[in-house]
């Protein structure tokens, strides 16, 4: 500690300068005391290092006017109130944020301890100060701030990222959770807007045109709601935009949608859109139609962060309507190919007869359901009713070779009973492997001289025959049932006989039309015993097809076939 002769000890503190010297060698922080004027009166070779004086230099120096300068007197350094006002009588007290000057000028952040010293005989009260660097503290604060707020950024840009990918999740359910294209769009216009631009269109190719598939706005009511509503004219440069995306084009940006003069209000007028981007709906090499999304004048314009979200939006959209385009054809086919390996029913005098398919909705594939009618040698009418287990190619293909090895055997021993038939055809479906399982019905109608009608039947399995008598009495024909074909295939099958009243209905069916995931099969023949008693009065066909659509599960394929004979007697 550098300090005056011990003869001139300004303070008189008496102690040992020796031992106080090598205490303030040694300290690693700065430490100088000022008198009552300010003047620094002693240091230690810590306070010298960090402020930047030579050895000794440093006493004699006024700390207010030189430590601790006004900004009038030093920019660099910000204002600091002078110690020796802050230090109260027999007070410590200390700063976090205070700045020293250096001998050459610069600023040193410091943090500072101030206490008071005792005052010698005729002197005021001195100040000694207390300081260490605070610069690496600041650097490491500041660091640390920009870290924090790096990860803040980071963390407001992951959000940002999982909202979009949320966002872009939602529309892409939109698109998928139905077949229908058209309402698939209108879900999806919906959430576009105000998302992505104040107004959302999609339109299709339609021919050699193109046509408003959905639009939605962000404030109701101004657009139409509906197809059924009247579509609004459109705007000649829209128009010219989507023609141009249509014969191969790529995206149409739209900067000036001036109404035509004199000109009917068009769409993108009614919206005061004042720019727009026009994106093709492309997917190998097909294109699908376009989706514009418009903004108003008080709306920013398109960046590019809007552009890519758009193209992946639309590439999303290109995807769902290529996959709804893929499940029609499919869909298409499927019911195509599964009509085809059905039977026409035969003309029979006496006796109404009536069928009705009706393929899966949900499904692009074809099932193993199946009917058929066909007339035995001796005059016999069969009717039969499958349904092999499986909905894809392998089903159809062993249904339709199940119910020809069927055919087969009725005509190859027309005498036989349902029963036996039944029997004959488990045992060559498990020696040439038609089907895995299969359920059954084999029935087999007989006119009698008076002109009356009787049943005998068989059930392999399958969902009983429902008999409805004109006089509305409606009863399931539980006997002659077993087990389903492919388990047991030497099992002996029992058959059943019964008169058909004169009006009444045989109805034969898949478990598509009384069973779901909705309802148990036990509620479901409670359903079409009433509907069927109800809707008794129906021609035959129209009956089948309203059982179908009333009682129908649409996610599973629906097979009817029905005889109904006649009011009164009919002789040959």
Known sequence: ???????????????????????????????????DEGTVIACNPGAERLLGYAPGTL??????????????????????????????????????????????????????????????????????????????????????????????????????????????????????????????????????????????????????????????????????????????PEHAAHHAAVTRILDGAGTQHLTDLTPAAGGESDLLTRVEADKALVLALRLHARTFGALTLARTSASPPFNEADRALADEVARRISLGLDNARLHAAQADIAAALQRALLTDLPDVAGIELAAHYEPAQHTAEVGGDWYDAFLLDDGDLALVIGDVTGHDMQAASRMSELRNMLRALAVDRPHELPGQILRRLDTAQARLTLADSATAIFTRLHRTTSGAWQASWSVAGHPPPLLITADADAHYLTG???????????????????????GATLLLYTDGLVESRTRSLDDGMTRLRQHATTHRHLPLRELCATLARDLGDPRDDITLIAARTPTRPHNS
């Not at 300290?27 to 000022?34: E, H, K, N």
């Not at 959302?200 to 193109?210: K, P």
């Not at 099992?491 to 019964?498: I, N, V």
Request: aromatic share 4%.
């Open 480 to 502: 002659a049932h077993s087990m389903l074909l492919g388990l047991r295939p030497t099992t002996e099958r029992p058959t059943t006989h019964t008169p058909l009243p004169h």
């Open 59 to 232: 006493i004699g120096v006024n700390a207010q006017r030189t430590l601790h300068p006004s900004n009038e007197e030093s920019a660099a350094v910000p204002v600091q109130r002078p110690i020796l006002q802050d230090v109260a009588p027999g007070k410590r007290i200390s700063g976090e944020r205070a700045v020293l000057q250096r001998a050459d000028g610069t600023p040193l952040a410091v943090w500072w301890t101030a206490a008071p010293l005792p005052a010698p005989p005729g002197r005021g009260r001195g100040v000694v100060v207390v300081f260490q660097d605070a610069t690496a503290q600041r650097e490491r604060e500041g660091r640390r701030a920009e870290r924090y707020a790096l990860s803040e950024t980071m963390r407001e840009q992951a959000e940002y990222d999982l909202s979009e990918t949320t966002w872009l999740g939602e529309l892409t359910l939109a698109m998928t959770t139905t077949l229908d294209a058209d309402e698939a769009l209108h879900r999806l216009v919906r959430q576009l807007v105000p998302r992505l631009a104040d107004t959302a269109v999609v339109t299709l190719a339609d021919g050699l045109t193109h046509r408003l598939a959905a639009a939605a706005h962000h404030t109701p009511d101004v657009l139409p709601s509906g197809p059924r509503d009247e579509p609004a």
């Open 1 to 35: 500690m550098k300090s005056r002769p011990k003869e001139d000890d300004p303070l008189g503190v008496g102690v040992d300068e020796a031992l106080v010297s090598a205490l303030f060698a040694a300290a690693d922080a700065g430490l100088y005391a000022v008198d």
